[in-house]
């Protein structure tokens, strides 16, 4: 039964990811296209296709949760339906981070690597959606504060790549940067995913022995607004990394 159970699990998990990949495809040539027919306001098109996307993502971690994949867990989410013009940052455990914030936080902007921009399957949601490139620095402030002066907030994970199994978090300054440059206030999400997949050492078939569970838990917004007056806003940045960092070493219980 349990051998049964795990090739079962891993049909579901590759069946899913295809359909991920066939729902992106799906979404950029066809209900973008229509949206851009009937929608002529360019802001409006946008929030509509980011809407689209936060509704995509929900029903991917449904369509998981339906097969027997992964079982989600929110705590302290309600205090974030309201939320508006933050930096949202996480630890980042699983290759499905950013879907799962995205799906269950509405009105969500994010950082993305430039690779994404030609990714045959992404390119056309993430141009479409708006995600901001992080090729340049100076664009990149300048689209952070236009779309936190929107109400949008910022996913960005401060590791800027998954992290590794059992070594100590290393926060580069990315994150601060926007946080500092754009004076906005930081949303921490701690992301727990037991047992352990999907991780950077890992293919998407290393399923584990039994159904995942990823947990999502939402803390209090971190007041950043003692850096946002430093003459020099390097050092700004370096301090604000580095308190972060111990933050999240100290709340997952990990060296620094």
Request: aromatic share 12%.
């Amino acid at each position: 039964m349990q051998l049964a159970n795990y090739y079962w699990r891993l049909f579901a998990t590759g069946l899913c990811f295809v359909s991920f990949g066939l729902g992106a495809l799906f979404i950029s040539s066809i209900i973008f296209p229509l949206q851009t027919l009937f929608i002529k306001d360019k802001s409006k098109r946008s929030k509509v296709a980011r809407y689209t996307i936060h509704k995509a993502f929900r029903f991917f971690v449904v369509m998981m949760k339906f097969f027997g994949v992964l079982s989600v867990k929110l705590e302290n989410f309600t205090q974030l339906e309201n939320l508006r013009e933050h930096v949202v940052i996480a630890n980042h455990p699983s290759l499905i981070d950013v879907i799962l914030i995205i799906a269950y936080l509405p009105n969500a902007d994010c950082v993305v690597k430039s690779s994404l921009f030609t990714n045959p399957f992404l390119r056309g949601v993430v141009k479409r959606v708006g995600y901001i490139d992080n090729e340049s620095a100076e664009q990149l402030f300048i689209d952070c504060k236009k779309s936190l002066a929107s109400g949008c907030n910022i996913v960005v994970f401060p590791e800027g790549t998954r992290s590794e199994i059992g070594q100590p978090l290393h926060f580069k300054r990315g994150a601060a940067n926007i946080a500092v440059r754009c004076q906005a206030n930081y949303q921490p999400i701690f992301i727990s995913v037991q047992p352990s997949t999907l991780t950077k050492n890992k293919s998407w078939y290393d399923v584990p022995d039994k159904k995942f569970v990823i947990t999502l838990t939402a803390k209090a917004i971190i007041d950043n607004s003692v850096h946002f007056d430093e003459q020099n806003p390097s050092l700004a940045v370096r301090a604000l990394t580095r308190a972060t960092q111990q933050y999240f070493c100290k709340e997952l219980k990990l060296n620094d």
